[in-house]
């Protein structure tokens, strides 16, 4: 059965005739801003008749049941832990900075990616999200965000999952977001480890969002290794892809960078990864993260000193880069961690000569 945030208004119209019988015009209006001004549940749409609210009771369920919520940085973080119909788990995170309040929604639940040092990545794919369930996660964040006074003001599509292997559904979700919740969509932004068929489809859709593409090595060789999907989509072709992105979406890309000891933090990696980011107009930026740690992947981040000067060395050979301080590193909310509680396999390691010789 469809879920609450499922549906679009033609959809809700007809389920309505369904099981209501004809329902006039006004009353899907105030339905629907039930849904996405209130944010609260059919009980309380007091404007509605008793016996609508019940049948939109029986009818409009939930997708996400509350198991846990954890709050780190003196309560500017704030994980979700939900459980979906059929069982598996997701997250999402809510982040409340000074001025502007993030939430981090996941796209599947696990991650079919396998990219070694990260959590969901460890855990192994099991379904896509439907349009509601990615919804839902972003309604609920921002009643959370309501409850302390605070706005919903960006959205990033990094949590758990690999949002560009289930496009159409993360694209319906994001049309809900802009045209229902009336966020921007220029604060939306979409990080992929560089499906390319899926980029390709996000270049067609109508929207101005952020692209993010997760990067962390700048040579086929090392990303074989680091992000298994580029056996399939190598270096050169992402590139290209994201400059055909870039044609019709004049929107700086961002290349993430998870900073690993020894690993991708060397001066050659700088110098390779700027003349990346310098292929496309305008220039790709870099995000440079710090490795988190994971039970997964014995590879540490690198030090902070490192991760200074690597950032140097980027501004030196052309590229411009910011380091992005981690939040809710210990309750796991932090980038990479996500696992919703699943058993990781310690010690896995697919990729050979990664830890520190
Ligand atoms: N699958 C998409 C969306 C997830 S975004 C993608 O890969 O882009 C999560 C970001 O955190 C990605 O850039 C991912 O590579 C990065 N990440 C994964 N594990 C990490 C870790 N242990 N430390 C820091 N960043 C990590």
């Not at 310098?278 to 994971?294: E, Q, Y």
């Amino acid at each position: 059965m469809a879920t609450r945030y499922d549906l679009g208004r033609e959809e809700l119209t007809s389920l309505l005739v369904e099981v209501a019988g004809k329902v006039p015009r006004y009353r899907v209006d105030q339905i629907w801003s039930g849904l996405y001004e209130q944010m609260t549940d059919p009980a309380e749409w007091t404007s509605l008749p008793l016996g609508l609210r019940e049948t939109l009771t029986e009818h409009l369920p939930m997708a996400l049941t509350p198991v846990t919520e954890s709050v780190s940085d003196d309560g500017s973080t704030i994980k979700f832990l939900w459980e979906l119909d059929g069982g598996s788990r997701i997250e999402t995170v809510l982040m409340i900075y000074r001025d502007r309040a993030t939430v981090c929604v996941s796209s599947q639940a696990g991650c079919a990616m396998a990219c070694g040092f990260c959590a969901t990545g460890q855990a192994g794919f099991t379904r896509h999200l439907s349009v509601g369930e990615i919804t839902e996660q972003v309604i609920r964040a921002t009643v959370r965000a309501r409850s302390v006074d605070r706005r919903v003001s960006n959205i990033v599509f990094m949590g758990m999952g690999e949002p560009m292997a289930n496009e159409a559904r993360v694209w319906g979700s994001v049309e809900r977001i802009h045209t229902d919740l009336g966020l921007s969509a220029r604060h939306i932004t979409i990080s992929t480890v560089g499906v390319l068929p899926g980029i390709r489809a996000l270049s067609a859709r109508p929207l101005p969002v952020n692209l993010a593409v997760s990067l962390h090595a700048a040579n086929d060789e090392l990303r074989d290794e680091l992000v298994p999907i580029n056996t399939r989509y190598p270096i050169n072709d992402l590139i290209d892809t994201c400059a055909d992105y870039l044609k019709v979406r004049n929107r700086r890309i961002s290349f993430e960078w998870a900073m690993i000891d020894g690993v991708n933090d060397r001066d050659s990696d700088a110098r390779e990864l700027a003349a990346l980011c310098r292929r496309l107009t305008p220039a790709a930026h870099v995000n440079l993260i710090p490795l988190n740690p994971t039970p997964g992947y014995p590879t540490k981040g690198s030090p902070m000193a490192r991760v200074q000067r690597f950032r140097d060395l980027l501004e030196e050979f052309g590229a411009n880069a910011t380091v992005r301080w981690n939040r809710g590193t210990d309750i796991d909310a932090a980038c990479g961690q996500l696992a919703a509680g699943q058993p990781v396999t310690v010690g896995i390691s697919r990729s050979r000569g990664i830890s520190p010789q």
